[in-house]
């Protein structure tokens, strides 16, 4: 697994503070930030240190939380839970505690978006690129609950902005922030933002396009060697140990080479080689149309797990594809059978865990792996002859 949090370094900025109300009274390179490593911080990290860093602030001071545990929860999240029924979001509580509760290094600003609209690979393709609603409002909900008997900020000196941003829009998104930082950061310039915004979304575009540089070498390792690979079909948040169970790290214990939806290859000769046939016949208006098995296009994360369906029924060498979701996900239920018959009807294995919540049954868990990995052993071979066999010629892995 690659450092997802990974931050760099960079020289501190230029602005001299003007204290005011509400102001944080400290040099920007002075103040520390903190960040709930939680929901879609997950495939957006490197936004918010991109834009972070260019508004002067000291990547060495950005804190994230460590991942969910159950742990963190007891020590930290204790007395402060809300009503929801999403566990994700029910986690986040331990994260916002355990940033507050930091002495050795205390933060000064606790900022936690709520993610309207997610920049997505399918932009232009799909309805909208919407994130679930509980996520959306998760940090609002989450805060209520450090604010019943006190606040648990004000106690900690610590501000809490959670600014409403729509990522795929950049010009919104600045103003967006502008209005939420310019309250507790000094000097803050509409200007800067802009620029740091335009920052922040380079730094993703250069992450994810190394991750599916990565992707695409993986393929080219499993083509050259026949071997299988499996694709996790899950929220960016599954990631995390505590969420998703690292059942993904089970199953590369047992050697078989792992890869995510969010992630996959986007190459224009690998695409056009997948569904150059389908656009050419009016099937498919292009590499990234879902109307063929999803007319309600509109929520970000859902699309790519759509997507990602698709790719593994056109890919030889995934030979299976393992779908994780938390228990009740709402935004989840309606895609568990459209995904299912896109995998299966390819002759792609395909196993799911539906059911993910704050209990890891570890024995049934190690089953289930074991008999991922049983039937990649046995059955991938053939899978893979198959799927070649009925793909267009000329395949550029």
Not at 42 to 58: E, N, Y
Not at 129 to 137: D, E, H, Q, Y
Not at 189 to 203: C, D, K, Y
Not at 323 to 334: I, W
Request: hydrophobic share 40%.
């Amino acid at each position: 697994m690659p450092r997802w949090f990974e931050t760099r370094l960079s020289g501190p900025g230029d602005s001299q503070p003007e204290v005011g109300a509400g102001v944080i009274a400290k040099p920007r390179e002075l103040v520390r930030v903190g960040l709930p490593r939680v929901l879609n911080l997950w495939s957006t990290h490197q936004f918010w240190i991109g834009l972070l860093t260019a508004l002067g602030f000291d990547a060495r001071r950005i804190e994230f939380s460590s991942d969910t545990s159950e742990e963190q929860g007891r020590e930290h999240g204790k007395g402060r839970g809300t009503v929801d029924c999403c566990y994700p979001v029910k986690c986040i509580s331990g994260h916002y505690g355990e940033l507050l509760a930091r002495e050795k290094r205390p933060i000064d600003l606790l900022l936690s978006p709520m993610i309207q609209t997610l920049p997505s690979f399918l932009g232009g393709h799909v309805q909208a690129s919407l994130a679930c609603p509980r996520v959306m409002a998760a940090p609002e909900n989450i805060k209520a609950g450090f604010l019943k008997g006190g606040d648990a900020f004000a106690a900690r000196h610590v501000r809490h902005v959670a600014p409403l941003v729509t990522l795929d829009e950049p010009d919104l998104a600045a103003r967006q922030l502008h209005a939420a930082l310019k309250e507790v950061v000094a000097g803050l310039t509409a200007a800067e933002v802009r620029r740091a915004v335009q920052v922040g979304l380079s730094e993703l575009e250069a992450f994810n396009r190394q991750m599916r540089q990565a992707s695409r070498r993986l393929l080219e390792d499993c083509a050259r060697e026949g071997r299988p690979a499996l694709l996790v079909l899950a929220r960016p948040y599954h990631m995390d140990p505590g969420i998703g169970h690292e059942i993904e790290v089970d199953l590369q214990g047992h050697g078989v080479p792992v890869l995510w939806s969010q992630y996959l290859p986007l190459d224009e000769d690998l695409l056009q080689w997948m569904y150059g046939a389908d656009i050419a016949a009016g099937r498919l208006k292009s590499p990234f149309d879902l109307s063929d098995v999803w007319p309600s296009s509109y929520s970000a994360n859902t699309n790519e797990i759509l997507w990602g369906a698709k790719f593994a029924a056109r890919m030889p060498w995934v030979a299976c594809a393992v779908r994780l979701s938390s228990y009740e996900c709402g935004m989840d239920q309606p895609t568990y059978t459209p995904v299912q018959r896109i995998v299966e009807g390819s002759g792609t294995l395909f196993f799911s865990f539906q059911d993910l919540d704050s209990t890891k049954p570890a024995g049934s868990v190690k089953i289930r792996v074991e008999t991922i990995a049983m039937y990649l052993r046995t059955r991938s071979r053939d899978i893979i002859a198959a799927k070649r066999a009925a793909a267009p010629p000329g395949c550029p892995l």
